[in-house]
Every structure is written in C-alpha cells, then in structure tokens.
C-alpha cells in the first residue's frame, strides 16, 4: 500500500461513515429527523467553521511528528542488536500475518495505557476534552471527526509501538524487512475502527458486539460506555483486551450501563475546550448558534 493510495482509503473511508450517520439521523429516526431540522443553516456554517479550525490545529500538530519512516529507521539504530532466532529477514505469509497481529495488539497497550494514563489524567485532560464534548456520538461532530490535540497522545502511542516492533523484529533477526506497507495497514484498520466506534449508525448494530468481542476488537457499544456522563472505563481505541486484564471493563450489554447521557458532566463548550475553559462562548453566541444541542450547558 502506497501513501498516496493509503490517504484515499482514509479520506473516503470517513466521508463514507459520516454520510451513513446523516442517512442513519434522517430516514430512520424521526426525533434526529426533526432536530435536524430544527437547525438553523447558521448553526450549520457554525460547526463547519468549528470543524475548519479544529481540522487545523490538528493536522499542523500531526505534522510536527517526523514521518514513520524516520521513526522505524531511528529506533532500529538506537536498539542494540539481539537475535535470539536467525530469520535471515525473510518473513513468510503466516509470519507477516502473525506480525500484524502483534503489532495491532502492542498498538492497542500503548493506546490504553496513554489513554488512560496520560489523556484522562487530571493534569492533561484539557488536551483531550473536546472530544467528549459533544452530548452524541456523532461523526461529523467537531471533537470526533477531527481532534485538534491528538498529537499529544499519538506521538507517544507510535513511539511505544515502534519500539515494541523493533525490539521484536531484532530478536528473530527480521529488522532489516521493510515495515511500512503493513504499517499502513494497521493504521487504516484503526481509522475504520474509530470511524465505527463514533458512528450513531452503528450504535445500533449490535451483531458488532457480539461478533467484535471474540477477537477482543472494540466495538461501537463498547466505545460508547466510554463517552457516558458518569461512567468511567473502556478506554481502549482499538481492543477491549486491556480493559479486561486491568479491571476497567464496562459491558454495554449490562442493562445498568445503558442509557446513560454522553458528553461532559459540566457546562463546556468548543471554545472552552479549547483553552481550558479560560474562554468560553458568550450566552448570545450559545443561543444563536444553538450550541446546546450539541454539548450539556448548564444554561437553558
């Protein structure tokens, strides 16, 4: 897979998913039907503009991350050589696939332990408020499509992966293979994977559940008892495995975790959570945008 081809797959993979949400909230709910309706077109153009900003921020911090390429090569330098195992740097079928397991799993421990550790921390959770701010899961919401701080957990998250890949690869003598197509792989799984998992459309799908949580794959109910009000858990992107073993597992399918209001437990809004609430949207500015639709404001 080539970066060119990778960025299409990226690109119509999220068009694809935010127009099902959009199909999904106008032709079979008919309370979504009518609170879209409701919406003025300048609360419309508000949330593009939003959207523009927050797609700025977080685009100009992803690109001050050296290209993976550079990673690999940089890691592969500083990690001493151990073979343990002569694989010659050659890789069968069953161990490319065997590898891309591993890395989709070892992706899924930094995540969490990021996640969880640094993300929902209470010195750096400004950096990552916004993206429970809005009150559905949604995909064109500001904070769920586009995510301005996610540098600050991703660069961390891949540094640990790589080191994890390399560290691997240098004790069966493999660290010679060339890494990026599976990479770009692994990473478009994951787009599709957080794609689903903020999806409305697929909230309802729950033969995803059932299905995902044999190979311990994060599905969109279990994504959602992360985003509730008051529940605190499921902090996996991309597997539910870590939850399991760490005690921070939430079964969606527990009739007690369901039904729970989503977004923040406090008055927030997209300003304010983007400056650690040092600014915050004006009352006028609220309403006329009807900004309480989307995010829990304690104003009516």
């Given at each position: 897979?080539?970066a ?46 939003v ?18 390429e ?68 949604f ?7 586009v ?80 985003h ?30 369901q ?27 609220r ?13 009516d």
């Amino acid at each position: 897979m080539t970066a060119k081809l990778f960025l299409i797959l990226i690109i119509t993979t999220q068009v694809t998913f935010i127009a099902l949400d959009f199909a999904n909230a106008y032709f079979e709910k008919k309370e979504t039907k009518a609170e879209m309706k409701s919406l003025k077109p300048s609360s419309l153009f508000f949330l593009t503009g939003v959207i523009i900003v927050y797609a700025l921020i977080q685009f100009g911090g992803l690109a001050l991350i050296p290209k993976t390429e550079v990673l690999i090569q940089w890691f592969k330098e500083i990690i001493p050589s151990i073979q343990i195992f002569n694989f010659e740097n050659t890789l069968s079928l069953l161990g490319w696939l065997l590898l891309g397991v591993f890395t989709f799993y070892i992706s899924g421990f930094w995540d969490y332990i990021i996640h969880r550790f640094l993300s929902h921390s209470r010195t750096l959770f400004f950096t990552h408020e916004y993206h429970h701010l809005p009150n559905r899961l949604f995909l064109a919401l500001p904070g769920l499509s586009v995510r301005p701080f996610v540098v600050i957990a991703v660069l961390p998250a891949t540094l640990g992966t790589i080191f994890s890949i390399i560290a691997i690869l240098k004790i069966f003598s493999l660290e010679n293979v060339s890494l990026m197509p599976m990479v770009y792989i692994i990473i478009f799984i994951q787009s599709i994977i957080l794609a689903i998992t903020h999806s409305e459309f697929f909230m309802s799908q729950w033969w995803m559940y059932r299905w995902f949580k044999f190979l311990a794959i994060t599905s969109p109910q279990e994504h959602e008892m992360h985003h509730t009000v008051d529940l605190r858990g499921n902090y996996g992107n991309f597997t539910m495995l870590y939850d399991k073993l760490f005690g921070t597992y939430i079964d969606p399918a527990n009739p007690e975790n369901q039904n729970h209001d989503l977004g923040l437990s406090y008055d927030q809004d997209f300003l304010g959570a983007l400056t650690a609430s040092r600014l915050k949207f004006s009352s006028k500015i609220r309403q006329k945008y009807q900004i309480g639709k989307f995010c829990n404001l304690d104003e009516d």
